[in-house]
C-alpha cells in the first residue's frame, strides 16, 4: 500500500530550523519524486522544494531557496526537509506527496490522496 507519513513540525522561534520528514511505502524512492507543499491559513497551497527519482536533482522555490535543503535516504524509504532561518511567513501545514517531473510547476500525482501533514509555526 503506497503511503506517505509526514513528521518533525513543531513550534520554534524565528531564526530556528527544524528537520521535516516524509517517510514512505509501497514504491521506490529510485522511481518516484517527491515534492514538499505547504499551506497557511487563508492562503493557497504553495510548492516548496522537490527531488526527483534517479538522480536526486532538487528544485527550491525562490521564497526558501539557500535556507531549506530537500534530501533522501534510500535505505529508509525517507526523504527530509532541512528548513534552516525559519521566518513566521514559513509558518504553515506542510505537505510530502509523490510527484511527475521535478521541476518549478512540480505536480502532485493523480494518485493517492493529501496527508495530514505536519505543522511548522514560527513565533517568538
Known amino acids: 500500500q503506497v503511503q506517505l507519513v509526514e513528521s518533525g513540525g513543531e513550534l520554534v522561534q524565528p531564526g530556528g530550523s527544524l528537520r521535516l520528514s516524509c517517510a514512505s511505502s509501497g514504491f521506490s524512492l529510485d522511481y518516484v519524486g517527491i515534492g514538499w507543499f505547504r499551506q497557511a491559513p487563508g492562503k493557497e497551497r504553495e510548492r516548496v522544494s522537490c527531488?526527483?527519482?534517479?538522480?536526486?536533482?532538487?528544485y527550491y522555490s525562490d521564497f526558501v531557496k539557500g535556507r531549506f535543503t530537500i534530501s533522501r535516504d534510500k535505505a529508509k524509504n525517507t526523504v527530509y526537509l532541512d528548513m534552516t532561518g525559519l521566518k513566521p511567513e514559513d509558518s504553515a501545514v506542510y505537505y510530502c506527496?509523490?510527484?511527475?517531473?521535478?521541476?518549478?510547476?512540480?505536480?502532485?500525482?493523480?494518485?493517492?490522496?493529501w496527508g495530514q501533514g505536519t505543522q511548522v509555526t514560527v513565533s517568538s
Open positions: 527531488i526527483s527519482s534517479g538522480d536526486a536533482s532538487t
Open positions: 506527496v509523490r510527484i511527475g517531473w521535478c521541476i518549478a510547476e512540480f505536480r502532485k500525482t493523480n494518485s493517492g490522496a
